[in-house]
């Protein structure tokens, strides 16, 4: 089996496998970074986009009487499916050109051409992927940021709040210190009102 490593974390390489209705020769195309839905996406779309009649089913995703763009104009019979890998995903695709599997023993030059087409949708798949990802977290990261910003404008405020609370208690704590010397200055008022009320009263007898 031979392992061609195209880019970093993008990697395609020769198998076989259950494919086509038989084991038959596979490119295995490792993609990281994008998902499963956007990968099945994007590949129907690379089929269409090359003159295929796409059919899905449980096995996988076929392209019927495929023209790849740039590659001539053999046709070819495409067979695909998609997994999931722990670091991406994992696109196996058989090619049938004039009825034969193509494989790297049969028509070396020719796969060859192929992993160069399957490597620039791979790495087109994986920037794509990264950008989502990219996206998904700087969205994250202006959410996180904008709650910060509440969270210490939350706080300015409670800071601002808890400092006219303190004037007011200082001004209120003077006003019930003022207030106290005043009630003792009432209570001897008191006193002396009642005194002269006592004085009036008994004169008032006396005037009887």
């Given amino acids: 089996m031979v392992n061609t490593m195209f880019a970093q974390n993008v990697s395609i390489e020769n198998g076989i496998d259950q494919i086509g209705d ?10 990281p970074h994008i998902e499963e839905k956007a990968l099945k996406k994007n590949w129907i779309s690379f089929l269409k986009g090359n003159n295929a009649k796409v059919r899905k089913s449980n096995k ?8 790849i ?19 991406g995903m994992l696109l196996r695709v058989a ?18 051409r192929l992993e160069t087409i399957m490597y620039d949708f791979a790495l087109r798949q994986a920037k794509a992927g ?33 400092e006219n609370m303190k004037k007011r208690i ?13 009630i ?8 002396t009102q009642k005194g002269s009320l006592e004085v009036l009263r008994s004169k008032l007898i006396e005037l009887k």
């Fill in 170 to 182: 200082e001004k209120n704590e003077s006003s019930i210190k003022e207030n106290k010397d005043k």
């Fill in 130 to 162: 990264l950008n989502a990802k990219l996206e998904n977290v700087t969205d994250q990261f202006k959410g996180t940021k904008k709650k910060q910003e509440k969270l210490i404008r939350f706080n300015e405020r409670m800071a601002a709040d808890n």
């Fill in 184 to 191: 003792e200055e009432t209570k001897l008022n008191i006193e």
């Fill in 69 to 87: 763009n740039g590659l001539g104009q053999e046709m070819l019979e495409i067979y695909s499916n998609i997994s999931k890998e722990t670091d």
């Fill in 95 to 112: 090619f049938v050109k004039s009825g034969v599997f193509v494989s790297p023993t049969g028509d070396a030059t020719y796969m060859k």
């Fill in 60 to 67: 996988g995703i076929k392209g019927e009487h495929t023209v």
């Fill in 22 to 31: 038989g084991y038959n020769p596979t490119l295995r195309v490792k993609i």
